[in-house]
Each structure stands twice: as structure tokens, then as C-alpha cells.
């Protein structure tokens, strides 16, 4: 079991690794599959982390990201 510490340690990692990712997708205009699918892995990634269900609304094509971000940073202010 990870120390509280690195748990937060980790979640801010995501978070970082969520806006990188944003930043690429939109300087190199990603295709909006390829978001959506980045979005869903890097989610079933973190959600795993946190030991939670999914329970956000997923995004669609390029927004897929920021919905992310979105779960992220909700769960980091009810932590």
C-alpha cells in the first residue's frame, strides 16, 4: 500500500501528464481518436491508482482530455 504521500506524489504526476498531453495534442493538431483513446487509457490508469470506479462523463474527440483533467483536479480537491 502506497504512503499518502506518494499517492499525492503520483496523482500530481497524472495531472502533469495530463496537461503535457493537452499541449501535444493541440500544437501537433492530433487526430480526435487518437485523444479520446489517450484520454481513456491515461483515465483507466489513474482511476486504478485512486481505487475508484468510473463515474465522470466521458469526452468525446478532442475534449476527451480536459474532461480528464477535469476528474483529476475534481478529485484532488475532495482529497
Known amino acids: 500500500m502506497a504512503s499518502d504521500e506518494t499517492r499525492r506524489a503520483l496523482s500530481r504526476a497524472f495531472h502533469e501528464l495530463t496537461l503535457n498531453l ?3 495534442f493541440e500544437l501537433y493538431e492530433a ?3 487518437l485523444v479520446e483513446g ?3 487509457a491515461l483515465g483507466k490508469v489513474y482511476r486504478a491508482h485512486l481505487q475508484q470506479r468510473p463515474s465522470a462523463p466521458r469526452g468525446r474527440g478532442r475534449e476527451a482530455m480536459d474532461v480528464l483533467l477535469d ?3 475534481a478529485a484532488g480537491n475532495a482529497a
Open 71 to 73: 476528474e483529476m483536479e
Open 38 to 40: 489517450a484520454a481513456e
Open 22 to 24: 493537452i499541449g501535444l
Open 31 to 33: 487526430d480526435p481518436e
